[in-house]
């Protein structure tokens, strides 16, 4: 008879096949260590217990023999009845048929079982579960212990305006030190027009850094300014790096360089992680995602990169420990990974970050491990960024060429997950915070603030899926805070009521992309204006005596061209999940206030392209977005601004296109 398959060995098996291969779970080692000590014996057991042979029939045959009687046994039987004496033998004959079984090969692969006559699918099996397992040790420690980036010496482009320029340096080897940065002009071709000076094409110093230590893991900022706008330069670190960046179109203009294709291009996406998919063969920190992305950047000629949080993953698939060292290993070995280089060499890279660079949905503001966790963040990230929109804070603000962009902290301020979506059933007021006072108030006065001539879009960067729609996971987006997401949301309207400038929304998170409009509400909304006729006279002499003065409303209405858009793209490399978690859905009865554009769930690397352009004989401004999977342009569109023209809500409507 062959024992039922173990409980630990189908633990052990899809607990690997998840880690390896499709969705990493969170808690580990311990647990499959567990597993294999229960497996072994047990497999053991079972094997030295499984009979080579199962039963064919067994068959039971009674006969009745003739009763065999002596002279003596007669002479005895005289004078009694017969029968009674009479004895039979009974014969009893049983047949039992076996058959060997058969090596079962499907059924041992499936279960890790023995096979029952077969050493060699026996030790095959046992070789697979044991391979899973290594491979499983392997990528939770191959690439923590063995490449933890001590050494690590890197260079890379963070923040460029339109003026100035960040790069941000790692270098841990003291004899290179002072490390010195010099820069160049490098577009071509040089000009050879007679009378025209041509550019200074000379090396000059962009300053120099006398040393480095552990307090800031070796890292250290170098501030070019004074340069021309929407130029190509090449630096240089005596630390044996180089690059290239081209600084930003002015305010309210696009580039004219040659290959720009008179468009502003930028990229965004969030999420990744290193060796995943899993490959044993590989090297420890490869990573597929950006491969993709530096053989798309030949022919994207984009100005930067948004990466949009989830650089590095402290939790998944195990977290090694808390403390400073081990977010800093984290940070380091994603600049380590042989792929890096080709996606930085000529993109620059701006940040915000996500939960995973402090603890999955993190939403305990600077306590705990927070302080930690933003140590390398702010060395490796905000260093290189643009400023911070205030001092000391950590969201960010900045304007090239048509667009404007607010890049949110969507983790150090909110208030905690608490179950609720964040707005009150009945007036609808927010019951909790995702940015926090001072950080809200600073979105709505950018929301507001007039723009440059040519300014023809508002970016809001969140790391985290503006949208209601996605159901997996909820509390920890905008789905979870919708009454301060309806503040906005109305502001957000408020931009394109005023006409000429469109708002879009770009995030991240969800390891999934899709795309999202918010249509304002088609009936507006009443909005209390004033207090009515107050004081003396304010009520009529036949006025019932108890009634309180009237408020004033009026309707606000918001055109269609408001419309508010969201792409959500990522991720750059890590899992895409299995199940579909985004339907559509609606925060009101009368209308659906979340539409879906587009839904593309799989993939494994995923970023989007945004590119804008100004018509010169338009007075709309074109966004036209494309989507990568996988390397490959997979889905494009294209949204133009809102008319810059006279007149209030539906009006504006009809010229709008």
């Known amino acids: ?34 597993a294999v000590a229960v497996y072994i014996p047990s497999f053991i057991l079972t094997f030295c217990n499984t009979s080579p042979y199962e039963l064919v029939a067994d068959e039971i045959d009674i006969v009745a023999a003739e009763p065999f009687t002596t002279e003596d046994d007669t002479a005895a039987a005289i004078g009694r009845d017969y029968a009674q004496d009479v004895r039979q033998e009974l014969d009893v004959q049983e047949t039992v048929v076996a058959d060997e079984k058969g090596p079962q090969i499907l059924q041992t692969l499936l279960t890790g079982l023995p096979s029952p006559t077969s050493l060699l699918w026996t030790g095959v099996t046992f070789t697979i579960n044991m391979a899973l397992v290594a491979m499983c040790l392997d990528l939770i420690y191959r690439g923590a212990v063995f490449h933890q980036a001590h050494d690590l010496s890197m260079a890379r482009t963070g923040y460029v305006s339109d003026s100035s320029a960040n790069i941000l340096i790692r270098e841990p080897d003291a004899a290179k030190y002072p490390v010195f940065l010099s820069y160049r002009y490098a577009d071509q071709p040089m000009s050879t027009v007679q009378g025209v000076r041509a550019l200074d094409t000379a090396w000059k110093s962009g300053g120099r850094i006398d040393w480095l ?58 999420c990744l992680r290193n060796n995943f998919p899993y490959s044993p063969l590989a090297h420890a920190l490869t990573n597929p995602g950006l491969k993709h992305l530096g053989r798309a ?136 915070s995702m940015l926090g006072q001072q950080q809200l108030a600073d979105l709505l006065e950018w ?19 503006f949208t209601k729609n996605w159901w997996f996971g909820a509390q920890d987006t905008w789905r979870g805070y919708l009454g301060e997401r309806q503040i906005i949301l109305e502001a957000m309207w408020d931009v394109g009521l ?125 966004l036209h977005y494309r989507l990568f999977v996988d390397g490959v342009e997979a889905w494009s569109y294209t949204i133009t601004s809102p008319p810059d023209v006279g007149g209030g809500g539906r009006a504006k409507d009809a010229i709008w296109g």
């Open 297 to 432: 950047l030949t022919t994207l000629r984009a100005q930067f990169m948004l990466f949009l949080g989830d650089f590095i993953y402290i939790d998944v698939p195990y977290r090694h420990g808390s403390t400073i060292e081990d977010y800093r290993r984290e940070y380091r070995q994603i600049y380590a990974s042989p792929d890096w280089p080709a996606t930085a060499k000529e993109l620059p890279w701006i940040h915000v970050y996500d939960d995973h660079e402090v603890d999955n949905d993190w939403d305990k503001n600077t306590t705990g491990v927070f302080p930690a966790a933003n140590d390398p963040y702010t060395l490796y990230h905000t260093s290189a960024n643009p400023p911070a929109v205030r001092p000391g804070e950590t969201y960010f603000m900045f304007t090239q060429g048509p667009a404007t962009f607010f890049m949110l902290d969507t983790r150090r301020y909110r208030s905690p997950n608490d179950g609720t979506n964040g707005s009150d059933p009945i007036t609808g007021e927010p019951t909790k």
């Open 1 to 34: 008879m062959v024992n039922p398959p173990p409980p630990e060995n189908k633990i052990l098996e899809s607990d690997c096949i998840n880690r390896l291969g499709y969705l990493p779970l969170f808690d580990i080692p311990p647990f499959i260590l567990a």
């Open 498 to 622: 005023r006409g000429g400038i469109g708002v879009v929304v770009l995030s991240g998170d969800r390891h999934e992309f899709a795309a999202t409009s918010f249509p304002p509400p088609p009936e507006g909304k009443e909005e209390t204006v004033g207090l009515g006729r107050v004081g003396v006279g304010a009520q009529g002499v036949n006025s019932p005596g108890n009634r309180s003065p009237g408020l004033t409303t009026r309707r606000k209405r918001w055109p269609l061209s408001a419309t508010v858009h969201e792409f959500s793209a990522s991720p750059l490399n890590m899992f895409y999940l299995p199940i579909r978690t985004y339907s559509e859905s609606s925060t009101s009865n009368d209308y659906v206030s979340d539409v879906c554009i587009k839904y593309i769930p799989d993939g494994n690397s995923k970023f989007g392209a945004v590119s804008i352009s100004n018509p010169p004989t338009s007075d709309q401004s074109l």
């Open 213 to 270: 230590d552990e307090s800031t893991d070796f890292t250290g900022t170098f501030n070019i300014d004074k340069l021309r706008s929407d130029t190509r330069y090449q630096w240089v670190v005596s630390s044996n790096h180089t690059g290239f960046f081209t600084t930003s179109p002015k305010a309210g203009f696009i580039s004219n360089r040659a290959g720009s294709t008179g468009a502003f291009t930028f990229l965004h996406s969030s």
């Open 447 to 465: 929301l507001k603030r007039p723009e440059q001539p040519g300014v023809r879009w508002k970016v809001l960067v969140s790391s985290i899926p």
